[in-house]
């Protein structure tokens, strides 16, 4: 055996003395920043890719619009719809309405679209929310699924888990659906019949401005959970011409199309593509793009944890320090009969650099074995957590995904996180070598 690692190996040695529990503190301190660094960046990796997978899942990978209406979406729907890659194109009109569910208002999002066919309307019927069957609540293989995904008729809606479960909605309930479009002409028309003398004329007025407000009358014929809040609270799906009329549409005139391709990851080329096709006009978002403030922002918060927590990981080298420093005077008769005994400077600085080194590996692996075992019981953990002290840890209400606590744990993550700690304990080191290989033997020995 070479002869620093052996020396450090026997200053590591397990005894019964101050040294040894110092040690095994710096061993912990290690241990435990490398442990809270995994687990919360493998969460914030985990919540990054659950929001990708909602939304990669449930929305389109790209639209297509001009900013405003696009008056007549034929030729742009046959120009995109045969582009190599495409697998489907809607047209969409898409806004707020006023819904009046038993006397209960409120403003959800409209998105009105073709019926999907195909592999699209599969995709879709696999986001139908699922519930347990009142008649046997533990028994999962007689879960139920609440409805259909239909829009074959102009008077279906399909909506939200999020929407149903706050105002009780269940399949086959009505709603009355208000278009806010009509608001101008309503107030001219009043103005109108207010203004005329004729008594014919302004009941005839009034009888115009009853018509704009008639409500639409949609039955729900399914209820979908995307696995992101803010579409399942927020979004009513209906057959493209309801919304249409909703909006006093013609029929050729949408706010843009939603399109998907064969991979939502490689969405970039394929608004190159379209962009070298269609005209000026038009504007071709991605995915990404269209969500870009929720991943900018998942993106800072995980870069901010890795330096704060990253700060554990510099107190755990400290500990080291402290660790080292005490062995090199406790040793310093043992330094100085090596250094006697023919021992270089160098081999002396690498016996605490390389307990410096062994320290620090044993540490990461603890660390890693310790946020292995806590992600793996990270709902558990977070569930008793939640029943003792009250506090929801990953509220879905608030973070905007459900389906539990996400963790996600990457070779990159490991590899950065073990290899920091690494060098913190391998620089916090570096001053007790010095210190021990700079004693002089006759000082060292002179105590004895």
């Known amino acids: 055996m070479l002869f620093s690692p052996f020396i450090a190996a026997r200053y590591l040695k397990p005894k019964r003395t101050f040294v040894s529990i110092i040690t095994v503190i710096s061993i912990l301190g290690v241990a435990l920043g490398v442990w809270l660094l995994a687990v919360v960046i493998a969460v914030f990796t985990g919540y990054g890719e659950r929001i990708k997978d909602s939304i990669l899942g449930f929305e389109p990978h790209m639209i297509v619009d001009s900013g405003g209406i696009i008056p007549d979406f034929l030729p742009v729907y046959e120009q995109v719809k045969e582009t190599e890659g495409i697998i489907s194109v809607t047209p969409y009109v898409r806004g707020q309405v006023v819904m009046d569910f038993q006397g209960l208002r409120s403003a959800p999002v409209i998105r009105g679209i073709l019926p999907p066919e195909g592999d699209e309307l599969e995709r879709m019927r696999s986001k139908m929310s699922v519930v347990p069957d009142k008649l046997f609540p533990d028994d999962r293989s007689k879960d139920m699924v609440q409805g259909d995904f239909d829009l074959t008729s102009y008077y279906n809606a399909v909506i939200g888990d999020g929407m149903a479960e706050a105002q009780g909605i269940e399949v086959g309930d009505k709603l009355l659906l208000y278009s806010p479009r009509d608001i101008d002409s309503i107030m001219k028309a009043l103005d109108k019949a207010e203004a005329s003398d004729d008594k014919e004329d302004r009941n005839k007025g009034l009888e115009e401005v009853r018509e704009m407000t008639a409500p639409q009358e949609v039955t729900v014929t399914g209820i979908f959970d995307s696995g992101h809040w803010d579409f399942d609270a927020n979004i009513i799906f209906l057959h493209l011409e309801t919304a249409q009329v909703l909006y006093n549409f013609d029929l050729e005139e949408c706010h843009g199309l939603a399109v998907r391709t064969d991979d939502g990851f490689k969405a970039d080329l394929y608004q190159k593509t379209l962009y070298d096709k269609l005209p000026d006009q038009y504007r071709v978002l991605t995915w990404t793009q269209m969500h870009k403030m929720i991943f900018d922002a998942v993106a800072a918060e995980r870069q901010a944890m890795y330096l704060i927590l990253f700060m554990i990981m510099i107190v755990g080298g400290f500990c080291i320090m402290n660790t080292m420093i005490t062995v090199t005077f406790?040793?310093?008769?043992?330094?100085?009969?090596?250094?006697?005994?023919?021992?270089?400077?160098?081999?002396?600085?690498?016996?605490?650099?390389?307990q410096g080194v062994l320290v620090g590996l044993v540490g990461v692996f603890v660390g890693?074995?310790?946020?292995?075992?806590?992600?793996?019981?990270?709902?558990?953990?977070?569930?008793?957590?939640?029943?003792n002290f009250g506090v929801d840890i990953f509220a879905a209400e608030v973070y905007k995904v459900d389906g539990g606590l996400p963790a996600i744990q990457t070779l990159q993550d490991t590899v950065i996180i073990s290899v920091g700690a690494f060098i913190a304990c391998t620089i916090a080191s570096l001053i007790p070598a010095v210190i021990a290989a700079s004693l002089q033997p006759a000082k060292a020995l002179r105590s004895e």
């Open 330 to 354: 406790q040793k310093r008769s043992e330094i100085g009969l090596m250094k006697a005994l023919g021992a270089r400077e160098g081999q002396v600085a690498w016996i605490f650099l390389f």
């Open 368 to 387: 890693h074995g310790m946020a292995f075992l806590t992600i793996r019981q990270r709902n558990n953990l977070a569930r008793w957590v939640g029943e």
